[in-house]
């Protein structure tokens, strides 16, 4: 993926290669980030250098931000506000958290500062950790997922795996089972056959790739998992799996973009060309250029999205045409508050363009076009340059995508995934219809 750093405002075209680029900057934009204390340490960081860093945030968010309507001569006051821990924190992580609250003052997503180390697991696509997925129950952590080639998987821990303590006591947070690379980690894991193991590990880096996965839940009917849009996003996986639903005579698919973040808007045109025909519009881009000229040409609001995206001929998206023939059966999106940025587009789209039904929970409402700037130390800071508008006319942007069909955000492990019922049930109705509808005409 194209590198966006040091925007420069004539190269809007190619600002639109980056969309909400890490699981980080979504969630910790929908709400304040948290101060943090648990977990592995964080490097220490020095006056002079938070300054430098500070400085650097001015310049970008003074001269390069634009969300229409927004006023960014602000920041200087979001950061008075914030001045005391700013000043008071003593790692890198503190500093980030802090500055982060300063930022989300100003109401909108994809405007985080990021850590060097968060940046770098970005990039190299590996945590630190024991390498798995957990999710929390009234007895401690279930394991969801075990990452290959980790320390959880050479131990012989299962999805499904019951952690019951971790150091000594009952975890209450994935937080409380994090720590620094070199550092051991005591486990009481209860099994599913009822018997109780103790572990001793060693957290070391492992890969945190999750690939795309093709599941049926019936003959008729395939669920295409899709974790992320961003670096690891695996275009010739993704066109294997949905060739294959295709191959195996699949009528009905469901999207799966539960917990999906975004990534780049490469991406989500490469899988929007395997699910719609090419050049299937998508929303349009809503940039300062855009807005500015709209105002002097028409004397409109700057605030009118809904109207400058039916008057602009710029700044369209549309789905991309692939090698691949598109599926062209009936189609199904689950999404929940995790879903951000460029899987809500792919969602609004499939909803507008082919009648997708949306089943889950409501999703984040993160959409805003965004570059990450190199910022001294190894910091990044991920800032907002273009808004977005579906073909509709509707800002994504503090909206987000609702379903028609509601469904419990997180499925517990084992248990019957509630969403994926409800949205086979929508899929096989249309079925009914197109049968109906053959049937009508051939008569």
């Known amino acids: 993926m194209l590198r966006l750093h040091n925007f420069k405002p004539w190269r809007l075209a190619h600002a639109f290669l980056a969309l909400a680029l890490t699981a980080v900057c979504v969630f910790a934009q929908t709400t304040p980030p948290p101060a943090a204390d648990k977990g592995p340490t964080s490097p220490a960081i020095a006056p002079a250098q938070k300054q430098e860093v500070l400085d650097k945030i001015n310049d970008v968010v003074e001269k390069s931000a634009f969300v229409p309507g927004v006023d960014f001569t602000k920041w200087p006051s979001f950061l008075a506000s914030e001045r005391s821990d700013i000043d008071k924190a003593a790692s890198q992580r503190e500093f980030a958290g802090a500055v982060n609250l300063a930022l989300h003052k100003f109401g909108f997503s994809h405007i985080v500062l990021i850590t060097p180390d968060a940046a770098q697991s970005r990039l190299s696509e590996r945590s630190v950790g024991i390498g798995i997925a957990l999710q929390l129950e009234a007895a401690g952590m279930r394991v969801v997922n075990v990452f290959p080639d980790s320390p959880a998987e050479e131990a012989g821990l299962v999805a499904g795996d019951l952690i019951v303590e971790g150091n000594g006591k009952k975890p209450e947070s994935p937080l409380d089972l994090q720590g620094d690379e070199g550092t051991d980690l005591t486990i009481k894991v209860l ?42 996003y695996n275009r010739e996986n993704v066109e294997d799996l949905v060739k294959k639903a295709e191959a195996q005579g699949a009528k009905n698919l469901i999207l799966d973009l539960r917990s999906n973040p975004g990534g780049s808007i490469l991406n ?14 998508l929303g349009t881009f809503i940039t300062r250029t855009t807005v500015d000229k709209y105002v002097k040409e028409e004397n409109g609001k700057p605030t009118d999205l809904a109207a400058i995206s039916r008057w602009t001929k710029t700044g369209k998206l549309l789905a991309q045409k692939d090698e691949v023939p598109y599926f062209k059966g009936h189609i199904a999106v689950l999404v929940n508050g ?32 965004s570059i990450m700037n190199q910022m001294p130390d190894g910091f990044l800071l991920q800032f907002p340059i273009t808004d977005f508008v579906t073909v509709n006319g509707i800002r994504l942007e503090g909206t987000g995508v609702t379903p028609i069909v509601d469904a419990p955000a997180i499925t517990k492990y084992n248990a019957p995934d509630e969403a994926v019922q409800k949205a086979t049930l929508l899929l096989e109705r249309a079925d009914l219809r197109d049968e109906r509808g053959a049937s009508a005409s051939i008569h």
């Open 338 to 369: 995790g879903s951000g940025s460029a899987s809500e587009i792919a969602a609004a789209a499939l909803r507008d363009d082919v009648d997708a039904p949306i089943v889950g929970s409501k999703s984040a409402g993160a959409v805003l076009v």
């Open 268 to 281: 989500l045109v490469h899988l929007m060309g395997l699910l719609l025909p090419p050049g299937t519009p």
């Open 191 to 232: 099994h599913a056959n009822g018997k109780t193991s103790e572990y001793t590990l060693t957290r070391r880096k492992y890969s945190n790739v999750r690939p795309e996965t093709l599941t049926w839940f019936n003959k008729d009917t395939a669920v295409l998992k899709v974790y992320t849009f961003d670096l690891s």
